[in-house]
Nanobody
Framework: QVQLVESGGGLVQAGGSLRLSCAAS????????MGWFRQAPGKEREFVAA????????YYADSVKGRFTISRENAKNTVYLQMNSLKSEDTAVYYC??????????????????????WGQGTQVTVSS
């Protein structure tokens, strides 16, 4: 079992920045690729970003590329999502998730929700225009 706890959400004006954190506990953090997803009211949960177990590879949805940065500190069992130039359409609940290699198999699958084994409870991000 892995427990994931997100923090750092809040209310920010358009054009502003926020940094989300996701703290993991329970199993060896470096065994998991990590992802961030988000869900806006009335919409499906969608992929935002993912990072490999070592942190050497990162992946982004087109909608956030160039504005968001995912990173991780394995020594602190934490993954981050730095969000810059925020837009009103970024308003959503943001979730972090952990994926074992045996589940996602290939990095090309890290945008798929079902390829993740564990999920956090989410943190609300609201961007006012």
């Amino acid at each position: 079992q892995v427990q994931l706890v997100e923090s750092g959400g809040g209310l920010v004006q358009a054009g502003g920045s926020l940094r989300l954190s996701c703290a993991a506990s329970g199993r060896t953090f470096s065994n998991y690729a990590m992802g961030w997803f988000r869900q806006a009211p009335g919409k499906e949960r969608e992929f935002v970003a993912a990072i490999s177990r070592s942190g050497g590879s990162t992946y982004y949805a087109d909608s956030v590329k160039g504005r968001f940065t995912i990173s991780r500190e394995n020594a602190k069992n934490t993954v981050y999502l730095q969000m810059n130039s925020l837009k009103s359409e970024d308003t959503a609940v943001y979730y972090c998730a952990a994926a074992l290699t045996s589940t996602y198999y290939s990095a090309s699958n890290l945008h798929i929700r079902s390829k993740y084994d564990y999920w956090g409870q989410g943190t609300q991000v609201t961007v006012s225009s």
